[in-house]
């Protein structure tokens, strides 16, 4: 293998790089415009649900009640109705997610200690966050009704009286639980396959539409020259987007990584190896850039945003579905960046999915190279 050869192709590629404005935008302004699209857009967040009410007590008691919702930052009081006809209208329409009713004598049953039910209707067309406000209002209630039993057994002359259960709940990695930290390292997989797979996919095919694809193999040039030649000045440009997208996410949406910046240029270079090649290889099964391009589309949108774990759990899909995953590297770059931007940890931790980024990228760059060889016979 030569490397003046190699050198010759990645000067070409770059130059051609460099003379096409869309290939170059493709590279670097479409990740950014893609990061901040979905990292604005794309939340798993459930705040400020709107809320109506309906208080048949109207007391200081269940007003107190009322404050315990509004002074989080999850419930926003819409309205207030005097009639529980209304509640359908208002969740047909949309208008409010959450209507709470509260009983007449709230405010005497709670202070005396009696059971009291409260009654919350949500609008199940939006089954997550329907689910996540019902959550919400248990805790809420929960946390009101021991601070008015304490409240109960003092007026009754007890005291010193807790619960036999301390529940102090601890999150590690993430404590604000916010899903911007839990979704930037899945868009960062997401951009950096998409702009890699297509960018290359397309560089070999447009060489076979222009004719000088059998200029190459007439060429002392190899097919794995050709593939070194072809692919570094985009791993270059990978590597860049890649450290763009990074210290984007740290100002507009306070990403910061945790572990070390080596352990995650390391993981980067292998993933960005295996995009490559793999876009390599739908090259050589493509004689068309339209081909090209729907293929490496089609192979990567829809694969890292479903079965990678980036936004839907391994554990809630079919076996199947989850065996599937197993040939997808975006499952093992995107676990091996939550590893190192969340928690911290070293090369060692996840080493299984560096592993398996190793023999993804070998394998599609060998492949590659017998598809050329084939090719250029």
Known sequence: MSGMRIGTIMVKELRQISRDPATLGMLLVVPLFL???????????????????????????SRGFVESFLHSEYFDLKLSIDQGSRIDGLLDEGKVMVALVIPAGFGR??????????????????????????????????????AAFVRSLERAGVTGM???????????????????????????????????????????????????????????????????????????????AAATILVTSRFLFGVTVKGSWLDLGVVTLIFLFGCLGFGVMLSTLSESQQVAFLLSSL???????????????????????????????????LAALRAIMLKGVGLWAFKDQVFALIIFAAATSAFSVLRLRRQSR
């Open 299 to 333: 192979l990567t949108l829809l694969p890292v945003f479903i079965l990678s774990g980036f936004v839907f759990p391994f554990r809630n899909m079919p076996w199947i579905i989850q065996a599937v995953s197993y040939l997808l590297p975006g499952r093992y770059y």
């Open 35 to 61: 990061l901040l699209m979905f990292g604005f857009a794309v939340t798993l967040d459930t705040r400020h649900i709107s809320l109506a009410l309906l208080d048949h007590d109207k007391t200081e008691t």
């Open 162 to 240: 807790k619960t036999t259960i301390d529940f102090r709940p601890r999150v590690l990695f993430n404590p604000e639980l916010r899903s911007a930290n839990f979704l930037v390292p899945g868009l960062i997989v997401l951009i950096l396959m998409m702009s890699s797979v297509i960018s290359t996919a397309l560089s070999i095919v447009r060489e076979k539409e222009r004719g000088t694809m059998e200029q190459i193999a007439v060429s002392p040039v190899q097919p794995l020259e050709l593939i070194v030649g072809k692919t570094v000045p985009y791993l270059l440009i990978g590597l860049i």
């Open 109 to 146: 049953d709670v202070a005396r200690g009696k059971r009291v039910e409260v009654q919350a209707i949500a609008d199940g067309s939006n089954a997550n966050t329907a689910a996540t406000a019902i959550g919400y209002i248990q805790a809420i209630a929960l946390d009101y009704s021991q």
